[in-house]
């Protein structure tokens, strides 16, 4: 074990003295690197979750992160005895060859291979949706669904009977009710209160086992959201 480790601390002199009028290269070249192993200075293998990962650029800029870290950027300096230095870190390079690295520092011995795994997708920012304010109740005609229901933060749910579970908008060309509210278990064709007209406000005036005044947030886009009494449903026309 002793001997192990005497042969990798003079790994850096045994490759300069194969050629010692070559330089050690000042640079890395381009690429993504990623730790496969680490041991104690004795060589002891031991396991670890903050995995570092690497990645060179043209001359002497790079960036490393550990694994869900944040990223460091800047740029790192190789001295003529093979000491890599990252500025907040640095190590000594024991080995540097096309498909391995391996760094040394006083706390143990580092093994790296080339990072193969596919970057990150990228990120696309979505942009905000403009909402179309809702002024003809003809726009919302049509058997609407709650798939989600949201509760504020200082609201508490409504008793179950009173929740909306669905909503059939018929409009002004049906009869004197514009639709049906169902919460609950309301059965089919009892539904807990009816539409009578959708003010200025795009609040839906209801009536049924009591009076009830329904915020329209948005119908748009195949989804429509409603709000009441700080709980707003998310509905959509399910075929």
Same mark, same amino acid.
């Given at each position: 074990m002793k001997r192990l480790l005497f042969l990798l601390l003079l790994l850096p002199g045994l490759l300069m003295a194969k050629d010692k009028k070559k330089p050690i290269p000042k640079h890395f070249l381009p690429g993504?690197? /990623?730790? =496969?192993?680490? !041991?104690?200075?004795?060589s002891a293998q031991f396991a670890f979750s903050d995995t570092l990962f690497m990645q060179f650029y043209a001359r002497?800029?790079? !960036?490393?992160? $550990?694994?869900?870290?944040?990223?460091?950027?800047g740029k790192y300096t190789i001295?003529?005895? &093979?000491?890599?230095?990252?500025?907040?870190?640095?190590?000594?390079?024991? +080995?540097?060859?096309?498909?391995? %690295?391996?760094?040394?520092?006083?706390k143990g011995i580092y093994y790296y291979v080339p990072d193969t795994s596919a970057l990150p997708p990228e990120v696309v920012l979505v942009k905000e949706e403009k909402i179309v304010p809702v002024t003809d109740i003809d726009t919302m005609i049509g058997r609407w669904t709650v798939y989600k229901k949201e509760v504020g933060k200082d609201d508490g749910a409504?008793?179950?009977? +009173?929740?909306?579970?669905?909503?059939? /908008?018929?409009?002004?060309?049906?009869?004197?009710?514009?639709?049906?509210?169902?919460? &609950?278990?309301d059965p089919d064709g009892k539904p807990s209160a009816v539409i009578k007209s959708l003010g200025v406000d795009q609040s839906l005036?209801? =009536?049924?086992?009591?009076?009830?005044? %329904?915020? /329209?947030?948005?119908?748009?886009? &195949?989804?429509? /959201? +409603?709000?009441?009494?700080? $709980?707003?449903?998310?509905l959509k026309q399910f075929r």
């Open positions: 993504r690197w /990623v730790e =496969v192993k680490r !041991t104690t200075l004795d002497d800029t790079f !960036t490393y992160k $550990v694994r869900d870290g944040f990223v460091y950027r001295d003529d005895d &093979g000491h890599l230095d990252f500025g907040t870190v640095s190590y000594d390079i024991a +080995l540097r060859r096309p498909q391995s %690295i391996i760094l040394t520092n006083a409504p008793d179950f009977d +009173l929740q909306i579970r669905s909503v059939y /908008v018929t409009g002004l060309s049906s009869s004197n009710d514009l639709g049906s509210i169902y919460c &609950g278990n005036e209801c =009536v049924g086992k009591r009076p009830r005044i %329904i915020k /329209v947030v948005k119908c748009q886009k &195949g989804e429509m /959201v +409603l709000e009441e009494a700080g $709980v707003s449903y998310y």
